[in-house]
């Protein structure tokens, strides 16, 4: 399985982003995805998950602010960020678990004040 992410860049403080995910090498319906982020000097942190059933669950520092979708038939994983803020800038990464878990390469989020 390869998780490929993209969608990051440079974004004005209020704007919005969208991120996507796709999954690749297998037809394997993932128990869970989600979003990660690493900020420089911090440890990797949840953004967002998605069950299998459609359940989400995003930290209090987004919720209200990103949407986490999938796309089964798209073996795709999304995720819309508005009202970004300067404390949201760090490399953002998608995780699918399956018994094992494979996580994407990362994508640049930088948000300037």
Known sequence: VQLQAFGGGLVQAGG????SCVASGSNLTFRYMGWYRQAPGKERELVAGI???GSTNY???VKGRFTIVRDRAKNS???QM????????????CRADSGWTWWGRG????VSS
Not at 16 to 19: A, E, Q, Y
Not at 82 to 93: C, F, G, I, M, W
Not at 107 to 110: P, W
């Open 51 to 53: 069950s299998a059933g």
């Open 107 to 110: 994508t640049l989020v930088t």
């Open 59 to 61: 930290p209090d520092s």
């Open 77 to 79: 994983l999304y995720l």
């Open 16 to 19: 919005s982003l969208r991120l």
């Open 82 to 93: 508005n009202s970004l803020k300067p404390e949201d800038t760090a490399v953002y990464y």
